[in-house]
């Protein structure tokens, strides 16, 4: 137990063994994955908001290394190592603690080190219900552990990239807006230049430089970019190779050429960002949007209906959700479903649980297929207070 925190040793232990309990009982099994992680894993994959509050540290042998910031990522490791193909389901829980970064040093309710209790289901075939599920258990909980008076903010990932695939613009714009969804002013602001100037505000030399550029040789391209360098005296003794910075003034030099994101979808994108309510009435609006700009958004509407359906079998009723169609957490591997369990008026203090759908991270951890996972952790002491609180 650390000083940071408040809440009793003797009482969070308690509300541990009796979440893992309720985990286990539901067929879970206990795994303990390791604190030390190889820091590579966690800085190209966790989302820039986590990136900046890991500790790493490099050892005597000098492998980088860092303390876990959150445990999905190292569960997904311990089910790599026993199924490397990918091919089997599985269904783990943990309780233990994890590390982060708090400016100032941290405080009871965002301490540098504070326990998670999540789990993890891993290779579900029926994905809507492997997803309700996953959010019934982690309701049940909490609720278990005698919290009352939350709600459950949800979101999906799926819709949105299948709103963004199903517009008429060029590849690049659909990652630059994939890669800022997390980050809702960043995400504004790349909007607001894709409608007005989509290469940005160039200066006299740059926008000289991009005119040279041959989008179609990529090999003539870097030619003109080396010799540019050399003749302003920049060393290319940085992170970024000269490929990597031709990739990316071929793709300014694209932008420059590109007629900017029309009104009307821009006006669409952030209707559609701004839906926000009871799930059904949210899902309706949103049906209503992309029907009438002419837009199919394929499986993803439907399936969002699926996964609202099956949320009944697990007592989870409409009335104590609100679908958000900008929430998507800050945690840069969720897929699809996501969801977060708040005490109101608690600000963050007040996010008790969340998690969501993560198909592409075991793919990139090394199974050599997509492996579809959902997942969720409870942060324990800020459940504890809650609790303690009298929060109902």
Request: with cysteine; aromatic share 8%; net charge negative.
């Amino acid at each position: 137990m650390t000083a940071e925190t408040s809440v009793s040793y003797e009482a969070l232990q308690a509300q541990a063994n009796s979440i893992t309990d309720l985990f286990k009982g539901r067929g879970f099994e206990l795994v303990a994955p390791a604190y030390l992680q190889p820091a590579d894993l966690f800085l190209d994959r966790m989302g820039e908001t986590i990136r900046g509050r890991t500790y790493v540290f490099t050892d005597l042998d000098g492998a980088e290394l860092c303390l876990r910031p959150d445990v999905t990522l190292p569960a997904c490791r311990v089910y790599l190592e026993r199924h490397p193909k990918g091919d089997v389901e599985a269904r783990y829980c943990y309780n233990g603690p994890a590390f982060r970064y708090q400016p100032g040093g941290g405080n009871t309710m965002r301490p540098r080190e504070f326990r998670q209790a999540g789990i993890e289901y891993i290779g579900g075939a029926d994905r809507e219900g492997s997803e309700a599920e996953v959010t019934g258990l982690v309701v049940e909980a909490v609720r278990a552990s005698g919290l009352k008076g939350f709600t459950v903010r949800i979101g999906d990932l799926g819709l949105f990239e299948a709103l963004i695939q199903a517009l008429d613009i060029p590849e690049r714009w659909r990652l630059r807006l994939r890669h800022f969804f997390w980050r809702p002013p960043v995400f504004r602001d790349l909007l607001k230049q894709l409608a007005t100037s989509p290469a940005g505000d160039l200066d006299a030399a740059e926008v000289g430089l991009v005119a040279t550029l041959d989008l179609a040789d990529v090999e003539s391209s870097e030619t003109s970019v080396a010799a540019y360098l050399e003749k302003a005296d920049i060393p290319l003794d940085g992170v970024r190779t000269l490929s990597e910075i031709t990739e990316r003034l071929m793709d300014l030099a694209a932008d420059a050429k590109q007629t900017p994101l029309p009104p009307d979808m821009v006006r669409l994108i952030e209707a559609y960002l701004a839906v926000s309510g009871a799930p059904g009435e949210a899902l309706a609006r949103i049906a209503g949007l992309t029907s009438d700009a002419g837009l199919d958004l394929g499986t993803a509407l439907q399936a969002a209906h699926t996964r609202l359906d099956k949320f009944a079998g697990f007592d989870l009723e409409e009335g104590m959700m609100t679908f958000n169609a900008e929430f998507g957490r800050d945690l840069e591997y969720y897929t699809g479903h996501v969801f977060q369990i708040e005490v109101p008026g608690k600000d963050r203090s007040g996010q008790i649980a969340g998690g969501g759908r993560y198909d592409d991270l075991l793919s990139s951890l090394g199974t050599p297929r997509e492996v579809p996972a959902v997942g969720s952790a409870i942060h324990t002491e800020r459940l504890l207070a809650a609790v303690q609180g009298g929060v109902s």
